[in-house]
């Protein structure tokens, strides 16, 4: 087993309590995301979904980076990321994306995890707000 692996995980993780994810600063809203969007600023939104769930639905919105969350943090993936740039993470329910975005804070980016993933933006979204 590696410990050295093993600390970094819990290093990591063990941040993440409901307390803290709760009112946790890397997590922004579906009307603050559209406002983004909207006027432009200089973000990535990276859906960390699989293939399999793009398949139904993507997110085709501003510059989009499409990464599977098993295959992001391997060399020739994680270079494409912008530590100059606001990367909003975007799964199917946002605890995959909470877990990214702690992870790439660690490692220095600006990463920010969309509360409530696809699920509650695609409720969110109506013909008015896009």
Known sequence: MNNELLNTFNNI????????????????DS?????????????????IRTI???????????????????????????????KNKEIIILCHTGIRAIAVATILISL??????LKGGWAEFSNYLSPKTV
């Open 13 to 28: 993780f063990s941040q993440m309590n409901k307390k803290s994810l709760e009112t946790s600063p890397c997590r922004i």
């Open 31 to 47: 009307e603050s995301f559209i406002t983004k969007l909207k006027n432009k600023e200089n973000i990535i939104t990276l859906d």
């Open 52 to 82: 399999e769930e793009l398949e139904f639905t993507r997110f085709v919105y501003g510059e989009v980076l499409n990464i599977s969350m098993d295959k992001l943090f391997i060399e020739e993936n994680i270079v494409k990321l912008d």
């Open 108 to 113: 220095g980016f600006k990463a920010t995890a």
